[in-house]
């Protein structure tokens, strides 16, 4: 199976930035597509982005232009999303998820979760 854990999480003002990392690590961690959902306190988790094992990636249509989800192409393990021009709209918490390719039996690994927090 495969363990993804995220990093970067933080306190940041209206207006900042900032840049969520994703480590995963397992049985071809390469073959899968990667991406990001969050979830804001009493609502549904919700798709970021997803960027797949061409490196090709797709928005959620509120996403796009304000983030931009990246992997690092040397071992295909990290996946990073920066965001900008947060609003107090963007606190959640933010969900690294791994999607098998699709002969796999395997089904979508989730990490454990970053707290980001937009407030003055």
């Known amino acids: 199976q495969v363990q993804l854990v995220e990093s970067g999480g933080g306190l940041v003002q209206p207006g900042g930035t900032l840049k969520l990392s994703c480590k995963g690590s397992?049985?071809?961690?390469?073959?899968?597509?990667m991406g990001w959902a969050r979830q804001a306190p009493g609502k549904q988790r919700e798709l970021v982005a997803v960027?797949?094992?061409?490196?090709?990636?797709?928005y959620a249509s509120t996403m796009q232009g304000r983030f931009t989800i990246t992997r690092d192409t040397d071992q295909w393990t990290m996946v990073h999303l920066q965001m900008n021009t947060l609003t107090p709209e963007d606190t959640a918490v933010y969900y690294c998820?791994?999607?098998?390719?699709?002969?796999?039996?395997?089904?979508?690994?989730w990490g454990p979760g970053t707290q980001v927090t937009v407030s003055s």
């Open positions: 998820f791994g999607d098998p390719p699709p002969s796999s039996s395997r089904t979508r690994a």
């Open positions: 960027i797949n094992t061409r490196n090709e990636p797709t």
């Open positions: 397992g049985t071809d961690i390469s073959a899968y597509s």
